[in-house]
Every structure is written in C-alpha cells, then in structure tokens.
C-alpha cells in the first residue's frame, strides 16, 4: 500500500506570494491533518479535514486555508506569504476514529525569501 | 500556552542501555497518547500508543507508561540501539487533534 504523499517536496517563494501544497493520503484514509514544523517550535497543528469537510482548526491566522476533495486528496493553501512561514509542512492520515494513529507524508519544504 | 512538553531538548545514551524519554501535559482531557520517530528529511512514524485508561503499553523494545496524576509519559527503549538515533516526538489527542512536543533528539552511541 502506497503511503502519505506530498508534492512538491521543496519550494521557493518570496514574500507576499501564495502557495499551494498538495497531499495524497493512503488509500481508505479519509481523514487528512496538516501540521507546520519550525525548529523553534515543533509541530503544530493547522487543521484536519475529514470527508471534505474541516474538522479541527489550529491556531493559525487566516491566511493558511485548506480544502479536501472527494478522493480525500487535500491542499493547504498560504497567502501573502511571510518570511516566519518558512517550515517544514507535514501532511498526516489516518482512517477514521480518533484512535488510529497517523501516517505522516516527507513534508513539503517551504523556504520564503 | 504549551500543552504538551518534552523538556529534554536531548538525550546521549550508550548502545545496549536503557532510553528514557520524558513527556508532561497539561490537559486532562487528553485521552490518548502516542510516540512517534522522526528521521531527518522523512515525516514522523508511529511508534506506540497508549489510552488514557490504562497506564503500560509494550511493544517490543519500546515501553510506554502513563501517569495520570502526575500528567506524565514517558517512553523507555530497552535496549537502546544506534539505528534508534532519532528526533522522539510524544503527541496528546483530544477528539481526534493532536498536539505534539517539541521533540526530543536521541543519540545512541556504539
């Protein structure tokens, strides 16, 4: 079985651009969480879709959204992109349930200059 | 506010000895813990789990232990093995969201 996908896998933008990053979760997952890794400050949470609807919303301002599709594949999309959301964005999905753990994809490098 | 802590940024351990990765939360709602490694340029992978309910899981080599009173984790390797060399990541679920630690970086050492 195929695992978590991410495309692409590094980026480069400048400040005030947007981005769009993409997640393929495993085949029968139907939940999909994205997640913002800093060196300074670990993982953190950003949102979880669960069929096409958004479930769980981190503490993230308005300008990161998402969506997820009927396939279950979902998309974070970063607007006026700042220099401080340079990260490490992590794609995660599990099947439904609360219980199950998460399959992380390899992350999407994001580096804004 | 940080609700999940790891309060050992590393950790140094000798190959064949025991590893003991430490993990405080804050919330008592929490229900559901889990470990998870992390290999530099791969995501995180689960390692073990464990239910509010209960206090000892084990899986092999990897051991977690719950204390609830105290809101305290903690994940023993035994033995330690290099290819355990790794960024350990505890996380805490409430309702299917998780929240994560900053990690714990461990090196085993031959």
């Known amino acids: 079985k195929a695992g978590v996908t991410q495309t692409p896998r590094y980026l480069i933008k400048t400040r005030g651009q947007q981005v769009t990053l993409s997640c393929s979760p495993i085949s029968g997952h139907r939940s999909v969480s994205w997640y913002q890794q800093t060196p300074g400050q670990g993982l953190q949470f950003l949102f979880e879709y669960f069929s096409e609807t958004q479930r769980n919303k981190g503490n993230f301002p308005g300008r990161f959204s998402g969506r997820q599709f009927s396939n279950s594949r979902s998309e974070m999309n970063v607007s006026t992109l700042e220099l401080g959301d340079s990260a490490l964005y992590l794609c995660?999905?599990?099947?439904?349930?609360?219980?199950?753990?998460?399959?992380f994809g390899p992350g999407t490098r994001l580096t804004v200059l | 506010d940080q609700q999940v802590k790891q309060n050992s940024p590393s950790l140094s351990v000798q190959e064949g000895r025991i590893s003991i990765l430490n993990c405080d939360y804050t919330n008592s709602m929490f229900d559901y813990f889990l470990w998870y490694k992390k290999y530099p340029a791969e995501g995180p992978t689960f390692l073990i789990s464990?239910?509010?309910?209960?206090d000892k899981n084990e899986d092999g080599r990897f051991t977690v232990f719950l204390n609830k009173s105290a809101k305290h984790l903690s994940l023993h390797i035994v033995p330690s093995q290099p290819g355990d060399s790794a960024v350990y990541f505890c996380?805490?679920?409430?309702?299917?969201?998780?929240?994560f630690g900053d990690g714990t970086t461990l090196t085993v050492k031959p």
């Open positions: 996380a805490a679920r409430i309702q299917g969201k998780s929240t």
């Open positions: 464990i239910s509010s309910i209960k």
């Open positions: 995660a999905s599990s099947l439904e349930g609360q219980y199950n753990e998460q399959f």
